[in-house]
């Protein structure tokens, strides 16, 4: 069983920053990738940002040069620094990892923080 533990999220003025991070915990034999997705009111979950073991990064366009995603391989954690927030920003953002193990992909998702950003 994997267990993916949050934290970070938080109410902040547009503009601002802040970090989330995601650790995993329990039997990790493989990370294949960690990542975010968040979901507004009324929208479908989207990716934000998605880090391979490896350091391939992806992410999506809204947050190219805003966000930054980062692992620590040592500690299965990933990290979602996120700066010059605005209003639209706003979601809970739900972390993801992927996992491999004896031939079969498997996939967890965390509970998700809130972010609000305020105008």
């Known amino acids: 069983q994997v267990h993916l533990v949050e934290s970070g999220g938080g109410l902040v003025q547009a503009g601002g920053s802040l970090r989330l991070s995601c650790a995993a915990s329990?039997?990790?034999?493989?990370?294949?990738?960690m990542g975010w997705y968040r979901q507004a009111p009324g929208k479908q979950r989207e990716l934000v940002a998605r880090i391979t073991s490896g350091g391939s990064t992806n992410s999506a366009d809204s947050v190219k040069g805003r966000f930054t995603i980062s692992m620590d391989n040592a500690k299965n954690t990933v990290y979602l620094q996120m700066n010059s927030l605005n209003v639209e920003d706003t979601a809970i953002y739900y972390c993801?990892?992927?996992?491999?193990?004896?031939?079969?992909?498997?996939?967890?998702w965390g509970q998700g923080p809130q972010v609000t950003v305020s105008s």
């Open positions: 329990g039997i990790i034999i493989s990370i294949v990738h």
């Open positions: 993801n990892a992927n996992l491999y193990y004896s031939g079969s992909y498997f996939s967890y």
